[in-house]
């Protein structure tokens, strides 16, 4: 880790545990003050990594764009549809009835 290593005193943390309106016991906020810390040491070497060039990602994954255009087809038939109601009349589904 670098020499300029933040790290958060456990008066720092208490700050922030009320700021979220929250109440952690004293040895909580010790634990959390050193976690953080690693956490802010973890940030500073990633601040030194040259990233000159890089394109910013925003998503590692590519996007297809899921517009298309907005026109009806048919993409089953009635009998393929109907086949999964429990019962139908041969065009319609049948439901009980509810109210």
Not at 34 to 46: A, R, T
């Amino acid at each position: 880790m670098s020499q300029n290593q933040q790290s958060l005193s456990t008066e720092e943390v208490a700050r922030i545990a009320r700021l979220a309106r929250l109440a952690p016991s004293p040895e909580k906020l010790t634990l959390y003050a050193g976690q953080l810390g690693d956490i802010l040491g973890h940030m500073e070497i990633l601040a030194e990594v040259d990233v000159t060039g890089v394109e910013p990602l925003y998503s590692p994954v590519e996007h297809e764009t899921v517009f298309r255009e907005d026109t009806a087809e048919r993409r089953a038939t009635r009998e393929q549809i109907l086949s999964n109601a429990p019962q139908d009349d041969g065009a319609f589904y049948i439901v009980p009835k509810i109210v």
